[in-house]
Nanobody
Framework: QVQLVESGGGLVQAGGSLRLSCAASGRTFSTNAMGWFRQAPGKEREFVAAISGNGGNTYYTDSVKGRFTISRDNAKNTMYLQMNSLKPEDTAVYYC?????????????????WGQGTQVTVSS
């Protein structure tokens, strides 16, 4: 059974940092593109960042460029999202996702596996 489990969310003040982790089990994702999405209350799920299977290519939504860094450790079957200079508008439930085939994508419907989400709250 494939599982993606996020961790590392929490409450942080504006300007602070958090590091999210996404641990995969049930299969290896070392050749699969993966990504992070987020959903704020009353809003649709939105793309945050994506990374290629070997980690060599990354893609970010404009609002997080220069503040967030996506990475992965295929030996640990784990993906990360380092979030710096956090803003109140970053408050959301953050989800990790993995594709079965294909490259980087910002479209949630291209992802086949999803985690349960982790809450990130940024206070002003």
């Amino acid at each position: 059974q494939v599982q993606l489990v996020e961790s590392g969310g929490g409450l942080v003040q504006a300007g602070g940092s958090l590091r999210l982790s996404c641990a995969a089990s049930g299969r290896t994702f070392s050749t699969n593109a993966m990504g992070w999405f987020r959903q704020a209350p009353g809003k649709e799920r939105e793309f945050v960042a994506a990374i290629s299977g070997n980690g060599g290519n990354t893609y970010y939504t404009d609002s997080v460029k220069g503040r967030f860094t996506i990475s992965r450790d295929n030996a640990k079957n784990t993906m990360y999202l380092q979030m710096n200079s956090l803003k109140p508008e970053d408050t959301a439930v953050y989800y990790c996702a993995a594709r079965m085939t294909g490259g980087l994508s910002s479209a949630h419907y291209n992802y086949n596996y999803w985690g349960q989400g982790t809450q990130v709250t940024v206070s002003s």
